[in-house]
T-cell receptor
Framework: GAVVSQHPSRVICKSGTSVKIECRSLDFQATTMFWYRQFPKQSLMLMATSNEGSKATYEQGVEKDKFLINHASLTLSTLTVTSAHPEDSSFYIC???????????????FGPGTRLLVL | AQKVTQAQTEISVVEKEDVTLDCVYETRDTTYYLFWYKQPPSGELVFLIRRNSFDEQNEISGRYSWNFQKSTSSFNFTITASQVVDSAVYFCARGNSSASKIIFGSGTRLSIRP
C-alpha cells in the first residue's frame, strides 16, 4: 500500500533555530502535498498546499516567510520552520496525493507526523 | 467556510456498548467527499472510510458502520460492541475531491472503559 514518511518523527530545538521536516511519498509520485498542523487536543488545520515545481499556497493566517515549503520533486516536500519559537511547538502532519495502485483513483495519504518542541 | 461539526467533544462508554459519533457538514457543492479518520495516542492518522456525495449507501465494515444522510447533511459513525482498542480521537472531514485539501472537524475523543 501507499506509504508517506516524515523525518524526523520528533525534534527538539532551541528557540531561534530553524527546523526542516521532510515528507516523502515512498511508492508513488505525489502531484500535490499538503501540510497540516495540530496543537494538543485540537484538530488538524491546513497550513499550505504544495505542488511540485511551483510556489506553495498558504492558508490565511499562516506566515509564508516563517514556514518555508519546498516541493522539489514528485516524491519530496520539505517544511522549514524558521526562527522557531515555543509557540511553534506542535504536531506537523503532511499528506501526499497520487495514484498508488494500478487502476486506482487519486487518493490522499497521510504521513505519521512530526512532533516539534521548541525550548 | 464549509465547516464540519462534531458536536460530541468526548464520549466514554463501557466496553461492548455500541457508540455513535455524530458528524454534520456544510457544503454548497454538488460533488464532495466525506471521510472518517482515527487518531490513536501515537498521533498517526488511520484512514477509515471515504464516501462521495453521490453514494448514499450506508456502509458496514466489521464492527464499524456509517450512515450518510444528505437530507440532514450528516455522516455518522457507529461502533458496535466497542473494545478498549477503539479508544482514540475520531475525526470527520470533507474535501472537494478524493485528493484535495481536507477540512477536519474538531474531533471526538472516545474512551472505552474495560
Amino acid at each position: 500500500g501507499a506509504v508517506v514518511s516524515q523525518h524526523p518523527s520528533r525534534v527538539i530545538c532551541k528557540s531561534g533555530t530553524s527546523v526542516k521536516i521532510e515528507c516523502r511519498s515512498l511508492d508513488f509520485q505525489a502531484t500535490t502535498m499538503f501540510w497540516y498542523r495540530q496543537f494538543p487536543k485540537q484538530s488538524l488545520m491546513l497550513m499550505a498546499t504544495s505542488n511540485e515545481g511551483s510556489k506553495a499556497t498558504y492558508e490565511q493566517g499562516v506566515e509564508k516567510d516563517k514556514f518555508l515549503i519546498n516541493h522539489a520533486s514528485l516524491t519530496l516536500s520539505t517544511l522549514t520552520v524558521t526562527s522557531a519559537h515555543p509557540e511553534d511547538s506542535s504536531f506537523y502532519i503532511c499528506s501526499a496525493t497520487g495514484v498508488a495502485e494500478r487502476g486506482g483513483s487519486e487518493t490522499q495519504y497521510f504521513g505519521p507526523g512530526t512532533r516539534l518542541l521548541v525550548l | 467556510a464549509q465547516k464540519v461539526t462534531q458536536a460530541q467533544t468526548e464520549i466514554s462508554v463501557v466496553e461492548k456498548e455500541d457508540v455513535t459519533l455524530d458528524c454534520v457538514y456544510e457544503t454548497r457543492d454538488t460533488t464532495y467527499y466525506l471521510f472518517w479518520y482515527k487518531q490513536p495516542p501515537s498521533g498517526e492518522l488511520v484512514f477509515l472510510i471515504r464516501r462521495n456525495s453521490f453514494d448514499e449507501q450506508n456502509e458496514i465494515s466489521g464492527r464499524y458502520s456509517w450512515n450518510f444522510q444528505k437530507s440532514t447533511s450528516s455522516f455518522n459513525f457507529t461502533i458496535t460492541a466497542s473494545q478498549v482498542v477503539d479508544s482514540a480521537v475520531y475525526f470527520c472531514a470533507r474535501g472537494n475531491s478524493s485528493a484535495s485539501k481536507i477540512i477536519f472537524g474538531s474531533g471526538t475523543r472516545l474512551s472505552i472503559r474495560p
